[in-house]
């Protein structure tokens, strides 16, 4: 038999209703054995629900699923385990508390009779895979990427023959990253297929055999990655041609607005920086290099005593978030719904809770004025959103961000930290807030951005630091630096 | 089409459970034992509403902010001695105003140790408040010598008191129109005001409330404040009702209020809830015992029924998330 008519997975016409949604619309998949086959889409475009029927999460409505030879008709997690169908979810499903060779083989002990056992399998696994982390250290110790070391060998314990992985990427660095590259092809040497879903189109490109670009619950197309470019595969995610991914550089640097002097931490060393009105200040350097930490305890989020700062000519204390907004600051924080959202609130809610002491007079807040400022900033956002009463857990990655902007927008604020600002939000999504960026520094406020993504931050920014180990270690015009060179200086 | 219709009466339903739960509750009652409906025993239920629903109240607010508070109990011991203990000295104006305000400091002081220690989870916070309570029940047992304290036996006059327990305006208690009163203002509080609505975003999110400037540590310490100011109220109700104060008269309280509020539709996970509903969980489980009184079930019986409600009231908080 011909290995490419071997289909591991096919699907044909599911579909899936949400209350008044329709999550699915005919999708049909089918996916060879032993190749990498990449499905790209926006936020909402149905990638999730889809991974999340597969692997039985949810019932499909209609429609049916072949694995493997076999028809499944309803499937839970653990029989899709089984069978041989597994998914790596962006937020790693392992238990910090639990060494490595326990977490591999969790609730299947007996199976190897005995701890010992297990980890012998685990580190027959790890090796298989040419890793080289000690079976017996505690997942909480480990860094992202073996963690996802931790969750590939996992998949492959139950012998899988399908592997998901959903946002693989986005908590790896680019070292981190090249590595989870040699371990997807050795899978697929192995005979083993990878779903690959990312909105990082180079690693779609590096990695993917086949890809499949969904939109609106609906397959838009399917093709060998030869046959396709970057600019078709965007334009066919968003429905419409995106001239540029990001908009023109902005030019509205003025004269010195906040001076940062001796910031010094346990993780930071001499930290000192000068930002401008109308800048916008790249902040590049590996997870876990201190560039959250600057931005924290600038903003007073963290205790940190000893440093200057100086804000127009004058020196400020700044030891809580509150005093940073009354000085005109804004942060914009990386994990959008652990440090940005009031979940089960509303959009109007999570828009207006930044102005509320504004709106208040006698400790009363007045309503009318709260509905004018939700409404205007949806409005100018664009935030797609039913009525300003829907929650803002409903929303799409990238209309929830756009609250937590529109959120300061409302304040004008001086200073706008934003760190991450466009994780797991789609290519529309990333270019209005790239827009509204240059919207803020030309009304002349400034902007410090944290990014893990280096195009993004060569394209945006007007400044670069390169921040490592707590220390800078470099600053560039990112009109004239390479990436290679920024990278040399973030690896240290 | 009957789709949407069906689903139009779930969702009715679902949204107002407990309103269903105590008409369905009346009904069967007043079949089973037609006293029920009686005058005697309406009059009864208005007066058993007393002390529990202030309690209520304030446990709504520190759970909507996202904790819990298990001191109550004794608040309410503490407060009810010392009181009754302070009409002699500052007369009885004086003994009330000086009752109230040492609940709502017993109260702050909980936020105090509280964001002292820097107890930000709600099992520390359960332990923490837990301790809390043994400390104001001690300090009550030291002031009375595990004595009762009787108001009959104070050389001042103590009219506020027997009142605020007995005196009626209509057939309506007057402790139910002073209640009414503090449950619209606490409404209003809750939805109107700026604490109010800073209580609600710590519950729903501490940390994003930090970051866009809310000061996370003073707006616990005022929830609790609050629950102390209303458990000092309960504790007045319960002693003018009983005309007595002992330093355990607030046994029980905290279990009764948290289950009032959890019934009522305010989510354990802090955030979202409501004043009002509180109040419907309070009469289904004022009525709860009534009936269960009425149909002659055994105390233990009841108690059995009460964990049974609790257990399906948080089982369906949980089922309406999905």
């Known amino acids: 038999m011909e290995k490419t008519t071997d289909y591991i997975l096919e699907v044909k016409d599911i579909c899936k209703y949400f209350p008044g949604v329709k999550a699915l619309d005919h999708v049909s998949l089918s996916i060879p054995q032993g190749v990498v086959y990449g499905i790209v889409g926006e936020n909402g475009a149905g990638k999730s629900t889809l991974m999340k029927i597969l692997s039985g999460v949810y019932e499909k409505d209609e429609g049916t699923v072949i694995f493997n030879g076999e028809t499944i008709e309803h499937t839970t997690p653990i029989q899709a385990l089984r069978r041989g169908l597994s998914i790596i979810y962006q937020e790693f499903n392992l238990v910090n508390t639990m060494t490595v060779g326990e977490n591999i083989f969790l609730g299947r002990f007996s199976e190897n009779h005995g701890m010992r056992g297990t980890h012998k399998k685990a580190k027959e696994l790890l090796d298989s895979i040419g890793s080289s982390i000690s079976t017996t250290s505690l997942v909480g110790d480990l860094s992202a990427s073996e963690m996802q070391m931790v969750e590939i060998a996992k998949a492959l314990s139950f012998d899988s023959k399908l592997i998901i992985m959903d946002e693989p990427s986005s908590s790896l660095t680019s070292e981190e990253l090249k590595k989870l590259g040699i371990i997807i092809n050795q899978l697929r040497d192995k005979g083993v297929s990878v779903i690959y879903i990312s909105h990082k189109l180079d690693e779609i490109f590096e990695y993917c055999n086949i890809v499949t670009i969904m939109r609106d619950g609906c397959v838009i197309d399917t093709k060998p990655v030869e046959e396709l470019t970057r600019s078709d595969m965007i334009a066919k995610m968003v429905g419409r041609t995106i001239e540029n991914e990001y908009p023109p550089r902005a030019h509205f640097v003025g004269e010195p607005l906040l001076e940062v002097r001796n910031l010094n931490t346990n993780k930071l060393h001499d930290i000192n920086f000068t930002l401008h009105k109308g800048e916008i200040l790249g902040l590049v350097g590996l997870v876990g290099a201190g560039r959250t930490e600057i931005i924290r305890a600038l903003y007073g989020a963290d205790k940190v005593k000893g440093h200057q700062v100086i804000l127009e000519g004058k020196t400020v204390k700044i030891p809580t978030p509150k005093q940073a907004k009354q000085a005109g600051m804004a942060l914009v924080p990386e994990d959008r719904k652990r440090e940005g959202l009031i979940l089960p609130f509303s959009v109007e809610s999570n828009i207006t809770m930044a102005s509320l002491e504004d709106l208040t007079h006698m400790g009363i807040v007045d309503a009318s004025k709260e509905a004018d400022i939700g409404k205007r900033q949806i409005e100018s956002l664009a935030i797609k959103t039913p009525t300003p009463e829907t929650k803002v857990v409903t929303l799409s990655g990238g209309n929830q961000q756009k609250c937590i902007v529109g959120r300061w927008m409302e304040r004008n604020p001086k200073i706008l930290i934003l760190d991450e600002p466009t994780r797991g939000i789609d290519v529309g999504a990333k270019y209005e807030i790239y827009v509204l960026m240059n919207k803020i520094v030309e009304a002349g406020g400034a902007i410090i951005m944290i990014s893990s993504e280096l195009p993004e931050v060569l394209n945006m920014s007007n400044r670069v630091l390169v921040i490592c180990d707590g220390r800078i270690t470099g600053e560039f015009n990112p009109e004239e630096a390479t990436a290679t060179e920024i990278m040399d200086k973030a690896i240290g | ?322």
């Open chain 2, 1 to 322: 089409m009957t789709k949407t219709k069906s689903n139009s009466a779930v969702e009715f339903l679902k949204q107002n459970l407990v309103l269903c739960g105590i008409v369905v509750l009346i009904i069967v009652t007043a079949i089973a034992e037609p006293k029920f409906v009686g005058a005697a025993n309406l009059n009864n239920i208005l007066r058993q509403l007393g002390p529990l629903p202030f309690a209520a109240l304030g446990m709504t607010f520190v759970i909507i902010g996202g904790f819990i508070d298990l001191s109550i109990v004794g608040i309410i011991s503490l407060v009810g001695v010392v009181t009754i203990g302070l009409i002699d000295p500052l007369g009885q104006v004086g003994a009330l105003l000086a009752g109230l305000v040492l609940g709502a400091f017993l109260g702050w002081l909980n936020g105090f140790v509280l964001t002292a220690c820097g107890a930000m989870t709600q099992a520390e916070v359960l332990f923490i408040t837990y301790g809390m309570s043994s400390v104001y029940t001690a300090l009550a047992l030291i002031y009375t010598k595990s004595e009762t304290l009787r108001i009959a036996r104070s050389s001042k006059p103590y009219t506020i008191f027997t009142t605020l327990g007995s005196g009626n305006i209509g057939i309506i208690p007057i402790a139910l129109i002073v209640f009414l009163l503090f449950l619209i203002l606490m409404h209003l509080f809750h939805t109107k005001t700026i604490w109010g609505r800073a209580i609600a975003l710590m519950g729903g999110n501490k940390d994003a409330a930090y970051l866009v400037g809310f000061n996370v540590k003073a707006t616990m310490r005022l929830a609790y404040a609050i629950n102390g100011l209303m458990s000092a109220l309960a504790s007045v109700a319960l002693l003018s009702r009983v005309t007595t104060a002992t330093a355990t008269s607030g046994a029980g309280y905290e279990t009764n209020a948290i289950l009032c509020v959890v019934v009522g539709g305010t989510t354990l996970k802090g955030g979202k809830g409501s004043v009002l509903r509180t109040m419907l969980g309070v009469v289904l489980i004022t009525l709860l015992g009534n009936c269960m009184n009425m149909l002659n079930l055994s105390t233990y019986m009841q108690t059995v029924m009460r964990g049974t409600v609790l257990v399906i009231a948080i089982w369906l908080d949980n089922r309406k998330e999905l």
